[in-house]
C-alpha cells in the first residue's frame, strides 16, 4: 500500500515561481519512473515533466525551460520547480510514481491527491 501526498501549489502572480514536493510513503521495495501531470478545466490530463531513477528527465514543450523537476531518492520525493508562471499553467498538478513494493515482484503506478496551481494577478 503506497501513499503519495503533495505539497505547495496555490495562488501565484504571472512571472511569479512555486515548487511542488509529493512524497511517497508505504512498504515500498523501489520506485521507478516519478512524473508530475496536470489537468485544467475542460482539457485532459497531460503530462509536465518525468524523471527516471538514473535522473533522466524530460518536459512537456509548453514548460521546457521554465520548470525543473528533481528527485530525492532516499526520500521517495519528487519535486516540481516552476518559474514564470503564466496564466495557462493554471490547473491541479498531480504526481506519479511507479512503484514496486515488497510484497510484489510487479510495479505499479500510483497518484498523488492533486494540488491546485492557479497564476493569477
Known amino acids: 500500500q503506497v501513499q503519495l501526498v503533495e505539497s505547495g501549489g496555490g495562488l501565484v502572480q504571472p512571472g511569479g515561481s512555486t515548487r511542488l514536493s509529493c512524497a511517497a510513503s508505504g512498504s515500498i521495495f523501489r520506485i521507478n519512473d516519478m512524473a508530475w501531470y496536470r489537468q485544467a478545466p475542460g482539457k485532459q490530463r497531460e503530462l509536465v515533466a518525468a524523471?527516471?531513477?538514473?535522473?533522466?528527465?524530460n518536459y512537456a514543450d509548453s514548460v521546457k525551460g521554465r520548470f525543473t523537476i528533481s528527485r530525492d531518492i532516499a526520500k521517495n520525493t519528487v519535486y516540481l520547480q516552476m518559474n514564470s508562471l503564466k496564466r495557462e499553467d493554471t490547473a491541479v498538478y498531480y504526481c506519479?510514481?511507479?512503484?514496486?513494493?515488497?510484497?510484489?515482484?510487479?510495479?505499479?503506478?500510483?497518484w498523488g491527491q492533486g494540488t491546485q496551481v492557479t497564476v493569477s494577478s
Open positions: 506519479n510514481a511507479d512503484v514496486r513494493v515488497w510484497a510484489n515482484p510487479w510495479y505499479s503506478v500510483y
Open positions: 524523471i527516471t531513477r538514473i535522473l533522466s528527465t
